[in-house]
């Protein structure tokens, strides 16, 4: 059960994440590194899941919290953020920040912009984030800010030099020494630590640490660990976090492929310069992984099972491109003012768009949930022939949009497992359809579809709806009057999706079990 059920929750993002893993090996050969190896070595199963309450319980017993930080992904920096707020009560003990992102010989620096004797670009530009560290600025510079308003202080531990892996046990050795000297002048305090990942396997930074502070207790917090990631989705219900050992927890809070789609991004960027990241191959791997999941072939020549030469289908890219240009893209798709309103707020909220009649993909910011979905309407589009909307009625236009928001949805939890589940799957019934057609407007045509996405993607957890029905479902021919609505009543009652019955036992455990933890 727990081998079946990780393969289908993995799968997909396996594929992804090979072809990112190859690109990435082309650039960056540290992996080989012995310092690397041994972070990789050292965390490869856990002792049990903890819940939420769990984690909170060994936080707040401990002196100083060492967070993994993986510099590459943003949900990393917010993850720290969130904590420090947490663990800063009032009642409680102060909280100190530490962080490997800043000199410790820039500590003064540090200490003008907490007075509020330099701003953000000040702070910016002479601690030299860009020219030393390289990474996003934005959730590091928000868990400044956080630790400003919650924090007793914030201080700087790393030192020179970063690019030599040769010295970088001096480097543990020295932030240990900074860490002591921390708990010298806040005896009281709980230190939390943010520092690279690789640092904190047992023989690293946390044993030199020991060594200076014998008396302290110590946890060490991982996040997104792969082995432990993979590990995990065998598990029946999602993970949130694992107890590693005695003193080391690991949390979850996004996926190996976000991780690694986001270090090329930042690869892509560094040997770009001023252009900007490449985003086209993480969007075209997103479409690619999706394709080979539904058992798609990219090259195709034959057309009676699938679109002939899907290669050809594939949407142009566009990122980083100024108001005016972006303003000319979204005219070409449509000339309705509002939906071009539309647009503009989901590239606002979700960084990303796939406007499907000029087919084309807009990036502004990567984010991994709504590119995934993004990505499953582009693949969505072109099993259907890259079709142009033609004159349909009201029901019609709806229960498309329905579909095509349901395989979406789905499809981003094929390569983002993490996604929530949606609400409501679990209440649909022929007379949800008939309220939401009542309405017939966007967020009800989301919120149904969403539902049904995410009814899809438990009952093929489940085992009980196979990828053949699967690829049926993208290669159903929406444009031909009343199929989309009859559609969704077939999905909605279960009839016609290849199951001996129209809610098989299965199927029904899994849509009972996520409205229980709903």
């Known amino acids: 059960m727990n081998t079946n059920l990780r393969s289908r929750r993995s799968e997909a993002q396996l594929h992804a994440l090979a072809e990112v893993e190859r690109e990435i090996r082309l650039t960056d050969h540290s992996n080989r590194r012995k310092y690397l190896r041994e972070f990789n070595q050292a965390f490869r199963s856990y002792q049990s899941i903890l819940t939420a309450d769990q984690i909170k319980t060994q936080t707040s017993t401990a002196d100083i919290l060492l967070?993994?930080?993986?510099?590459?992904?943003?949900?990393?920096?917010?993850?720290?953020?969130?904590?420090?707020?947490?663990?800063?009560?009032?009642?409680?003990?102060?909280?100190?920040?530490?962080?490997?992102?800043?000199?410790?010989?820039?500590?003064?620096?540090?200490?003008?912009?907490?007075?509020?004797?330099?701003?953000?670009?000040?702070?910016?530009?002479?601690?030299?984030?860009?020219?030393?560290?390289?990474?996003?600025?934005?959730?590091?510079?928000?868990?400044?800010?956080?630790?400003?308003?919650?924090?007793?202080?914030?201080?700087?531990?790393?030192?020179?030099?970063?690019?030599?892996?040769?010295?970088?046990?001096?480097?543990?050795?020295?932030?240990?020494?900074?860490?002591?000297?921390?708990?010298?002048?806040?005896?009281?305090?709980?230190?939390?630590?943010?520092?690279?990942?690789?640092?904190?396997?047992?023989?690293?930074?946390?044993?030199?640490?020991?060594?200076?502070?014998?008396?302290?207790?110590?946890?060490?917090?991982?996040?997104?660990v792969d082995a432990l990631y993979w590990q995990a989705a065998g598990e029946a219900e999602p993970?949130?976090?694992?107890?590693?050992?005695?003193?080391?927890?690991?949390?979850?809070?996004?996926?190996?492929?976000?991780?690694?789609?986001?270090?090329?991004?930042?690869?892509?960027?560094?040997?770009?310069?001023?252009?900007?990241?490449?985003?086209?191959?993480?969007?075209?791997?997103?479409?690619?992984?999706?394709?080979?999941?539904?058992?798609?072939?990219?090259?195709?020549?034959?057309?009676?099972?699938?679109?002939?030469?899907?290669?050809?289908?594939?949407?142009?890219?566009?990122?980083?491109?100024?108001?005016?240009?972006?303003?000319?893209?979204?005219?070409?798709?449509?000339?309705?003012?509002?939906?071009?309103?539309?647009?503009?707020?989901?590239?606002?909220?979700?960084?990303?768009?796939?406007?499907?009649h000029i087919n084309a993909f807009y990036v502004r910011e990567f984010q991994m949930m709504s590119a995934a979905e993004e990505a499953a309407r582009c693949l969505h589009r072109a099993c259907r022939g890259l079709p142009q909307t033609n004159a349909k009625n009201a029901a019609d236009l709806f229960f498309t949009r329905v579909i095509e928001c349901a395989l979406g949805y789905f499809g981003s939890r094929v390569l983002y497992p993490a996604r929530p589940a949606a609400e409501d799957g679990a209440g649909l019934s022929a007379a949800a359809l008939t309220e939401s057609l009542k309405r017939n407007d966007a967020k009800s045509a989301q919120k149904l579809g969403y539902a049904i996405g995410s009814n899809l993607y438990d009952e093929y957890l489940a085992g009980v709806l196979s990828r053949a029905r699967l690829r049926n479902l993208f290669l159903a021919r929406l444009d031909e009057p009343g199929i989309a609505q009859k559609l969704c009543a077939d999905l909605v009652s279960g009839r016609r999706l290849g199951r001996k019955g129209p809610y098989p036992e299965r199927a029904m455990r899994a849509r009972n079990s996520r409205s229980r933890s709903a």
Not at 138 to 166: K, N, S, W
Not at 328 to 341: F, G, H, K, M, P
Request: proline share 5%.
């Open 67 to 224: 967070v993994g930080d993986y510099h590459a992904l943003p949900e990393c920096q917010r993850f720290a953020a969130k904590l420090l707020e947490e663990r800063a009560q009032p009642s409680d003990r102060p909280v100190i920040l530490a962080v490997e992102t800043v000199f410790s010989r820039d500590q003064h620096i540090l200490d003008e912009w907490w007075r509020r004797q330099i701003d953000e670009a000040e702070l910016r530009q002479r601690i030299r984030f860009d020219l030393d560290w390289g990474y996003d600025w934005a959730p590091f510079y928000q868990l400044l800010v956080t630790a400003r308003d919650h924090a007793e202080a914030i201080y700087g531990l790393d030192c020179m030099p970063r690019e030599d892996l040769r010295k970088i046990g001096a480097r543990d050795r020295h932030a240990a020494h900074k860490l002591a000297e921390i708990r010298q002048r806040h005896p009281e305090a709980v230190v939390l630590v943010l520092f690279g990942e690789s640092h904190l396997a047992p023989r690293h930074l946390p044993e030199a640490l020991r060594a200076q502070l014998p008396d302290q207790k110590i946890l060490t917090i991982l996040q997104n």
């Open 239 to 356: 993970v949130d976090a694992v107890q590693v050992s005695d003193d080391v927890v690991c949390v979850f809070n996004s996926t190996p492929l976000e991780k690694y789609e986001n270090y090329r991004l930042h690869l892509s960027r560094w040997v770009r310069g001023d252009e900007g990241p490449d985003v086209a191959p993480t969007i075209y791997n997103l479409i690619d992984s999706l394709l080979r999941f539904l058992g798609f072939k990219m090259y195709s020549a034959q057309s009676n099972k699938q679109p002939k030469f899907l290669v050809d289908l594939l949407p142009e890219i566009f990122s980083d491109l100024s108001d005016a240009r972006l303003q000319t893209l979204l005219v070409q798709e449509t000339t309705l003012e509002s939906e071009q309103a539309v647009f503009h707020k989901k590239i606002e909220n979700e960084g990303c768009v796939y406007l499907p």
